[in-house]
């Protein structure tokens, strides 16, 4: 299983990007897909989630209202759009896959099981 996030950059505060994560090596249809981020200093926390064909996401509080997540099967990809960028968004953003219930969209870090490296995104002040 491999995962590619890309996408990242430097931004100032206020900017977007669009993250993207490249999947391969597994049905991609049959997995819900998180993005992750890291901070310097502190533990990965979930950003948003996503359920196996994107009718369902969550959020954290933190970035709702500022960023979506979407998924396109046919090409085995999702994406991060972020919008409103805060100094507070800058880390490591990862994607991961979780093997879930086909409705069903998690926020629980201890579901995802395959990750991929990271892209780091920096929001300048």
């Known amino acids: 299983v491999q995962l590619q996030a890309s996408g990242g950059g430097l931004v100032q505060t206020g900017g977007s990007l669009r993250l993207s994560c490249a999947a391969s090596?597994?049905?991609?249809?049959?997995?819900?897909v998180g993005w992750f981020r890291q901070a310097p200093g502190k533990e990965r926390e979930i950003v948003v989630a996503?359920?196996?064909?994107?009718?369902?996401?969550d959020s954290a509080d933190s970035v709702k209202g500022r960023f979506t997540i979407s998924r396109e099967n046919a090409k085995r990809a999702v994406y991060l759009q972020m919008n409103s960028l805060k100094p507070d968004d800058t880390g490591v953003y990862y994607c991961?896959?979780?093997?879930?219930?086909?409705?069903?969209?998690?926020?629980?870090?201890?579901?995802?099981?395959?990750w991929g490296q990271g892209t780091l995104v920096t929001v300048s002040s």
């Open positions: 991961a896959v979780a093997q879930l219930p086909r409705r069903s969209v998690t926020m629980k870090s201890e579901n995802y099981i395959h």
């Open positions: 996503v359920n196996w064909n994107g009718d369902s996401t």
């Open positions: 090596g597994l049905s991609f249809n049959n997995y819900g």
